[in-house]
């Protein structure tokens, strides 16, 4: 049997003036982009709109002549700002109607809250024909509107909230037959080689590509590839898409150090919880950055001993026991400093792996022979040592980032 | 003599596949609304869009429907993909012509670079009207074409390219009288008290608010308030923000620790710096976040010493010298224990003041007594001593980064 498969066209709107001034980014449109991208809807544009009901409402009229599925973050607080229903209502020729059952839900969830009548009013108005989404963690429900063979949902504007109600609309949009997913992806994450050498590397399957296809995204100095397979089939995708990944990783192998959502803090806790080994950390340039990428990742403290964040000399000697003669003679930023630095921090953490970092961060404390970006990360575990030199580009917090990916990315080859 | 002022409408446009998929999170959109808003450009939407020629002339045509003036960030690079000057040069009559200085330009700027012939032509084809902005970071100029009282400006994606060359972007919005800047804003920063008990303590002040105007913000646990005034004379602007701002600061008093774009950890490391201190830090629960945000710092290397993250029991008593007896007694997360580190602190880095914080990141970790969330935080300076206990909602991430706030805070009001 052959499954009939049309295409969904989507927009995406967020509604809010504090995200058209820009005083705050909007990472709910990202999020819902993932999502849709991921069901094989297509998406046409975001857009963003102030708290202007006459200006949404107009947003609302064009977009509907356009696409099938509008998904609208944003305006459905308490306040009289927040005007998404009554736009949405305007357009969709619907009244709104007082929801009992939400009203009595908001005063018994959130009695603390302290909500004025007026605002719970507001939040349990709902467009007569409209399904209403539960929000378990705030107090403004969203809708979902379907009329004349149109869809519009409406999500709050609380990233948390949205991201929660997400779950029930892609369930819902699951179930509608123009859509069963027939697109599949999969990210291939690189570090180590800029794009141009990526590119180089799979030049002629990237001219060869039609289905899957290939994308290359270049963000926060490092490659991801994405590979995109579209079949009705799962498993022809799923094939597809393998195939695909293991030519790629014939030509980049360790270059691609994770999929999809892995981090590189994640693969590094994850090997040494499977290991049960302990790490020590002693950080000079990247100033704690990465203890803290690790301590991010839940039950840290089961391989995370401790850590120094070792700026000053004085510190490198007396907590990481580096001899201040060693610092004078080849300079704090050195490869000898750095390994002396990992055997510190093994030892004071009393644990079974140590790493070292030191480098120049810039702006400043740059000298002829040693320019900002450089930095030195040295490794020491049971039975080996290393230490690898890099001149890392960017202002302070780039080679702080990078210098910590790098970090990660030797102890991930090393554990 | 009156002048006349006449509002420049404007909407943005951010070009990108990766960016409509929400592969990448679209920043660029929000610094340039911050930098129109700062002029008092009226702003009517932000839209995003992938490559796709049709897809961005029809937003091109809507938009010169709606307003005056449209900036387009993303979609001037070198490869087939990127059609903005395709798409502009369609909508607005004009013709691309290529530019010989660019070419050479290119050629001479980014030897290394080695980019194809076919690339440099299609970055040096400019739509014949158009005045040229140059990118002195990267190898695709801007464009700023006027034609019809209509004003297009099309930008490169790549962030700190788009914003380097914003700067040439406002200096040439400037000259237009339409939009002689008469808008001006404000921020107040607030840390310590919810949204709603700042709505209270200023209600009056929010209910009578005409012009300045009062906007509240939330975001990242904290609320910032933004008074924008909206005077011809810019001494009047100036002299009614004041006003305002003193006597909201009358209400608020310590909870606002700073405006505009200044940081917490700028202001400590501004207020180390004057004084001539030195810290010491030790940090359980935020795992190195409050050293990373220290250390952000330029020229932080002046008062910051040391960090020690002391995850195991081990650390604290070796390295910060809190004895095993007092963790046993008092458990890890106890405010005794806390005041320990901030001493052990501030000897181990030979500082004048130290900091100690210990707490439950979560998820797992707490018990009936001590519940995720709850974070002791210390400080010891030369005459005093304190410590404040937290209950900081949230997961993990949001835990560390709201301990890492109010550990500044604090410092900020010790030093």
């Known amino acids: ?25 909007d990472t709910n449109a990202a999020y ?16 963003v709109v102030g708290d202007n009901k006459e200006r949404l409402s107009r947003i609302l009229k064009e977009a509907l002549d356009r696409v099938d599925l509008i998904i609208i973050s944003g305006g ?50 709902i467009p007569s024909s409209a399904k209403i989404i539960t929000n378990e ?42 859509i069963r997913g027939y697109i599949q992806s ?15 590397k799979i ?26 397979a579209k079949f009705d089939d799962r498993k022809v995708r799923e094939e597809k898409i393998k195939e695909l990944e293991d030519k790629i990783r014939e030509r980049l192998g360790d270059y691609i150090y994770g999929v999809d959502e892995e981090t590189l803090e994640f693969l590094v806790s994850s090997s040494l919880r499977k290991r049960g080994l302990k790490l020590g950390v002693a950080e000079s340039c990247t100033g704690g950055l990465l203890s803290h990428r690790l301590t991010n990742i839940p039950g840290s403290s089961n391989y995370y001993n401790c850590g120094v964040v070792s700026y000053s000399n004085q510190a490198k000697s007396e907590l990481l026991n580096v001899s201040s003669s060693l ?18 921090a093994k030892k004071a953490a009393k644990a079974d792996i140590g790493i070292g970092i030191t480098g120049i961060a810039g702006p400043t404390g740059a000298t002829p022979e ?36 790098a970090a990660l990315y030797l102890l991930n080859k090393s554990i």
Chains 1, 2 share one sequence.
């Not at 499954?3 to 980014?25: H, K, N, P, Q, R």
């Not at 607080?77 to 998404?84: A, R, S, V």
């Not at 030195?376 to 910590?404: H, N, P, V």
Request: charge should be neutral; glycine fraction near 8%; hydrophobic fraction near 40%.
């Open 32 to 47: 819902i982009a993932r999502k849709l991208s991921l069901l094989g809807i297509d998406l046409f544009r975001k857009t």
């Open 186 to 200: 999969r990210f291939l994450k690189i570090w180590g080689i800029g794009e141009s050498q990526v590119e180089e």
């Open 370 to 405: 040693k320019p900002v970006g450089l930095v030195y990360i040295a490794i020491s575990t049971q039975d080996k040592k290393m230490c690898q030199k890099f001149i890392f580009s960017g202002d302070r917090e780039k080679i702080k980032w990078k210098a910590s990916q």
């Open 203 to 228: 030049a002629d399957i990237l001219k060869e590509q039609s289905n899957p296809t290939i994308a290359l995204l270049v963000g926060k100095g490092e490659v991801h590839l994405r590979i995109t």
């Open 76 to 125: 459905l607080g308490p306040t009289e700002d927040d005007l998404t229903k009554e736009a949405v209502s305007e357009v969709m020729e619907e009244k709104l109607i007082l929801n009992k059952e939400i009203v009595k839900n908001i005063q018994q969830r959130l009695p603390s809250k302290n909500l004025p009548e007026k605002g719970i009013i507001k939040q349990a108005l």
């Open 1 to 25: 049997m052959h499954l009939e498969v049309i295409e969904m066209e989507a927009e995406i709107i967020s509604v809010g003036t504090e995200l058209l001034l820009g005083d705050v980014v």
């Open 137 to 178: 963690l705030g107090s403004a429900p969203g809708i979902i509107l379907e009329k004349k063979s149109k869809i519009i949902i409406s999500l709050p504007g609380v990233p948390r909230e949205m991201e929660k109600m997400m779950e029930e609309v892609i369930s819902y949009l699951s179930t509608k037959k123009e």
């Open 327 to 344: 610092i004078q003679e080849k300079g704090a930023v050195s490869s000898e400093v750095a390994k002396k630095m990992a055997e510190g």
